[in-house]
């Protein structure tokens, strides 16, 4: 059986191969990876497995570094680094931050990732 991330072969629209400057989150992303990856805590291995485990549609909404960020958090919440609870009081004060500067501002569709 297919998976949602497994899309050789099937019809799909032309792909940019340019690379896109990161933004500074993706960055921070790509970070915390591999500082939890140094650690021993997260493996390369064990992100693809997550990843392809967010089910298809978290997979056709989220974009590449989204999916790397929902994959870490649910891996760290099962080995029993963070809980939910920690996950969702820091996401609460990031977005009451940025929501004060004006830095929080979504693209329409955006909100429906945030819930």
Known sequence: ?????????????????????????????????????????????????????????????LTYYERWTAALMRALIDKGVLTQDEIDAQVKIVRQRLAETGELELEPGEAEKCR
Request: negative net charge; proline residues 8%; charged residues 30%.
């Open 1 to 61: 059986m297919r998976g949602p991330h497994d899309i050789g072969g099937l019809p799909a629209g032309p792909v940019d191969p340019h690379p896109h400057d990161l933004t500074f989150w993706e960055k921070q992303i790509d970070g915390i990876r591999a500082v939890v990856g140094a650690k021993g805590i997260y493996r390369t291995d064990e992100n693809r497995r997550w990843v392809e485990s967010l089910g298809e549609d978290a997979f056709e909404k």
